[in-house]
């Protein structure tokens, strides 16, 4: 090999490679074989949902048009207060007669919630 620049550099590029390349272990045969996984993937419980924000009042239209586009679960909103089972249960069946899963419901804050270290002004109306 010559001595000059060139040389040098290949030869440290080959050295700094040396880690990643793949050498045959004899020494460590009990690690299990891989899983072999099958595509297309199929939803599971184990697998991530593609989830979609919509209204809890949504029309029939809105939701066709998730499902259309492969959304199966929609996440949603509703005032704080406090929920009726009945209720509840009236906003996962609308959404259930259309294909689709209520899988997560929320509360918003209200613009005047308090949280520690915040100041909400407020005028008063005389």
């Not at 700094?16 to 599971?44: C, D, M, V, Y």
Request: hydrophobic fraction near 35%; glycine fraction near 6%.
């Amino acid at each position: 090999m010559k001595k000059d620049r060139r040389g040098f550099i290949q030869s440290a590029a080959t050295l700094a490679t040396f880690p990643f390349k793949r050498i045959p272990s004899t020494l460590n045969n009990s690690a299990p074989p891989k899983k072999q996984i099958r595509w297309p993937l199929h939803e599971g419980p184990n697998t991530p949902k593609m989830v979609s924000g919509l209204k809890l009042n949504a029309d029939t239209a809105s939701m066709r048009r998730l499902t259309q586009v492969g959304i199966h679960y929609v996440s949603s909103v509703a005032l704080p207060g406090v929920w009726q089972k009945d209720e509840l249960l009236g906003y996962m069946k609308a959404f259930k007669q259309q294909g689709l899963t209520l899988y997560n419901l929320s509360t918003s804050l209200h613009r005047t919630s308090y949280w520690p270290g915040h100041v909400v002004m407020k005028k008063s109306i005389n």
